[in-house]
């Protein structure tokens, strides 16, 4: 029975492989204005959808909230949409004529797109959109916890793309989920290319699979409080950013870092703002519940309200509690609740400069988010450089909620829900992914002319026998020095 399954999941993931391919060549020679209104009847699709996905997504998984999900697909058609519009992804898309250059866009092929439960229905939104702005099929692999919404918002997608001229096959979704059907997928010889998102496991199996990975795995974002900050507003923005979709965006603040010199104050503002902050016990007790054994989060609070954490870890918060703050003197396994949340739940630190905040940061993204993210809040250029060249993140995002600046919708970055990590992470993209990382570019070029090739007088061969002086070195041998050279090597080589 159980074999007969498997067997069926692997079957399933090949046969939309190669329905998959089979629409991408077609897909390939579509001309830009066509992917263009594809792409727009798939943005008219999620936005119509986003309400019904956003609570189909909340109660199948359980973890965020409906608004924030709304938000999410509405921001994965339309922000997105927007942003995409202009690129041309079909043809020349670029001529260069002062280096005699064209560069020509070519679709990667066929994508496995891999979905985390904890945003299930933008991520395909998101994946969908770009795939075929740059004329690839996809076939995604849901989350075991997520397997129906995603499958409709792969279905709501498909048949918009669909409507508007799109090959039949070119955007899949397995249904019968299993890792053996989910591997089958990614290293499948017509997958061309794995977007991977969600658990570390996953994203590491996706990186082992011998294809071209763009993967985004855990963040452990820092947001750090510096002096010169607006205080209230920092306040306001770590907790919308940590509360944004219950902390389920992997650029989610996990922890404050404050100087000692204003901490006090920021604490006064983050509990206007519906911070709880736990005592010690209070701090073992939510531990032992958003922690599990293995020292990851336990699944069963990721995207929890505080009020769901308080219960289980049975400790009593005030009703308007937004987030739960646990005041921490370390990072490691002594202190489980300093590694990535993924729930309303925040770290904080006092530091006694911003030299101390800098090394706290460090060992906060040394615990698990190098190369992701880390937050600011800060009006000194000079202390924003230093973080900057410092820091092994690609996002340091300033005076900003982390989840909303992360993914491009509260800052200049693109808009993405897969935020590339760099080798830090052992990701080939160091940015937010975007259609143009899912082409192949051709570049064609002309001739610009012979450059000229400049006769190279011999070096001298001093150094054989003596240190000789640099002077020396820089002069031109000449005929007799070159003869007298020739001659004591071969004396010394007793010839
Ligand atoms: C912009 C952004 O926000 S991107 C978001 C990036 N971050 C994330 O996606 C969050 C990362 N996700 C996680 O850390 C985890 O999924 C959690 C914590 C949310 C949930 O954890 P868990 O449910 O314990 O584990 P996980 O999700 O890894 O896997 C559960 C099981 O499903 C399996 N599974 C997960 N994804 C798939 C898939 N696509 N196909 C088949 N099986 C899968 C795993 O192999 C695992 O199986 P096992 O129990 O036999 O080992």
Redesign the pocket.
Known sequence: MELDRDLCSLQEARNLVRDARKAQEALMNFTQEQVDKIIDMMREAGEANAARLAMMAVSETGMGNYNDKCFKNYFASRTLYDFIKPMKTVGIIREDHDRKLWEIAEPVGVIAG?I????PTSTVIYKAMIALKSRNAIVF?????AVRCTNEAAKIMHQAAIAAGAPEGVIGCITN???GA?NELMKHPSVAMILA???S??VKAAYSSGKPALG???GNVPAFVERSADLPKAAEYIVLGKTFDNGT???SEQAVVVEECIADELISHLKRQGAHFLDPEEVNKVSNVVMSANGG?N?KV?GKEPKFIAQLAGIVIPDQTKCLVAPLSGVGPQWPLSYEK?TTVLGFYRVADWHEGCERCFQLLEAGGVGHSLAMHCNNQEVIREFALKKPVNRLLINTPASMGG?GASTGLSPS?T?GCGTWAGSSVSENVTPLHLINIKRVAWHQGIPERKTMQPMGVAGIWEKPQAQQLNQQVDARLLKEIIDKVLQHLNV
Do not use: E, Q
């Open positions: 891999i985390p439960t904890t945003n692999s849901p989350h075991p916890g989920v299993s890792m989910t998102t969600g658990g496991p996953l985004v795995g855990p965006i992997c650029a989060v699944p990721v993924l993914v829900f935020l």
